[in-house]
């Protein structure tokens, strides 16, 4: 059931932190598919994590005040029995003000001359700065408006402010309803992970198990996956964001899955490195365990009050022991580590923040220090390791390509792997890929 007061929560911190001035937040344009046809419409995630509102073609306005009275306004499309005949329901100004609980809402047509009069006498201009010119121009044209006003004893805003920084701050910490959204949202991508599982036979086409992934998303209401889902076999699972999945699936490779749905607006992001055929073999199996450990390190490492870096870091450890006994670097853990020989096999970072977008906003630093992970926080763990071809490199370790990714939420005492029951150790994967 909606709530309309989780996002007047929001929309008051919001101003609040903003403190004086007006913000101005658009939400996502429509964007064409072919001549005919835009694409499916996805909203922008943090007018959507204020508004909750999903309608394109609208904008939240908000106004702080120094007397305490801030205002929450909605500019959306009127409703419009004719164009719901052919594009479905929307909502209107009325019924948008009521249901999402604004204080006001107008029509879109209405927005330049309604922000003209808002702007007026404002000492700042919060919006997303740079993210789109033709908002830069356009906002720019209405404070010129709102200039010639002057002799009125009306002043334009004289500050100009990115908008994101206060909202990502806010975005990045999760509260109880997000983290129940991300719950079920990982639930249901475990389900599909482990139905792409049984499903894997040699033979198959990597396009055949990816609709195995999208039936399972779909059936328990994630419509839209994510992100465009990985489903990588053999020589493919060394290409990190390989989406071709066009390849035949072979006996004796392994299949890398990199595959989240989303749900109400919010992301899940697992991966899974199995084989084809349902058991791990010999060489296979010594990469596998290393990457499994090395994930493991990295989970145990995502704890309230740790640094950034401490998962990666942990990842890192393990892995560099890892590709030395695997004869792929050389010397001692600390000097692949410095040499950072290790990027071969291994060029990527641990994780990533996931929230409404599957690599969330949020910074990673502050001022030049690491932060350190925080309750409410959710982030990716995803350790990996890619083995091409090379003079170098043992022919037995050719082609081999595996990546652990899980769903971590920081709590106050430690952290709750949301994807957890998605099968990665050795035994369970053999025991769910088991053909009668």
């Not at 997303?128 to 002799?151: F, N, T, Y």
Request: with cysteine; proline share 4%; aromatic share 8%.
């Amino acid at each position: 059931m909606f709530d309309p007061d989780i996002y007047a929560r929001r929309r008051v911190r919001l101003l609040a932190q903003m403190q004086h001035g007006i913000a101005i937040i658009p939400n996502a344009l429509e964007q064409q598919r072919n001549a005919d046809t835009d694409h499916p419409y996805r909203f922008d995630s943090s007018f959507h994590y204020l508004s909750g509102f999903s309608e394109p073609e609208s904008v939240l306005v908000l106004v702080a005040t120094k007397d305490n009275k801030p205002q929450s306004i909605l500019f959306c499309r009127e409703k419009d029995m004719e164009r719901e005949i052919w594009d479905g329901f929307r909502y209107g100004p009325d019924a948008a003000q009521e249901k999402f609980g604004f204080d006001a809402a107008f029509s879109i047509a209405q927005l330049d001359e309604k922000l003209i009069e808002l702007m007026g006498n404002q000492p700042a201009l919060f919006y997303p700065l740079g993210a789109s010119a033709a908002w830069d121009q356009r906002l720019l044209k209405l404070r010129c408006a709102v200039q010639e006003k002057a002799r009125s004893g009306i002043k334009a805003p004289d500050e100009l402010r990115d908008v994101r920084t206060l909202i990502n701050e806010m975005r990045l910490f999760k509260d109880l309803h997000e983290i129940n959204i991300l719950r079920r949202a990982a639930a249901i991508s475990t389900a599909a992970h482990k139905r792409a599982m049984q499903f894997t036979r040699p033979g198959q086409l990597e396009y055949q198990v990816e609709a195995e992934l999208l039936h399972e998303f779909c059936r328990n209401g994630a419509r839209d996956p994510a992100y465009t889902s990985i489903v990588a076999g053999g020589a493919n699972a060394c290409v990190l964001h390989y989406i071709a999945n066009n390849a035949e699936l072979h006996d004796g490779d392994l299949l890398l899955i990199d595959a989240g749905c989303e749900l109400e607006g919010y992301a899940s992001d697992i991966t899974r490195t199995y084989p084809v055929n349902g058991r791990f073999m010999g060489a296979q199996r010594d990469v596998y365990q290393i990457v499994l450990a090395s994930q493991a390190a990295a989970i145990a490492a995502a704890m309230p009050g740790a640094s950034w870096e401490a998962p990666h870091n942990a990842a890192l450890s393990i892995l560099a022991q890892g590709f030395i006994d695997l004869k792929l670097c050389h010397g001692t853990v600390d000097g692949v580590l410095e040499s950072e020989s290790y990027k071969k096999y291994y060029m990527h970072r641990t994780g990533h923040w996931m929230g409404m977008d599957v690599h969330d906003v949020g910074d990673y630093k502050i001022g030049d220090q690491w932060r350190s992970l925080q309750a409410g926080m959710v982030l990716t763990v995803e350790p990996g390791c890619y083995i091409r071809p090379a003079d170098d490199v043992p022919p037995a370790l050719w082609n081999i390509g595996i990546r652990i990714e899980d769903d971590v939420v920081i709590t106050g005492i430690g952290n709750e792997v949301l994807t957890g029951a998605a099968p990665k150790t050795v035994n369970e994967i053999e025991e769910v890929m088991r053909h009668e």
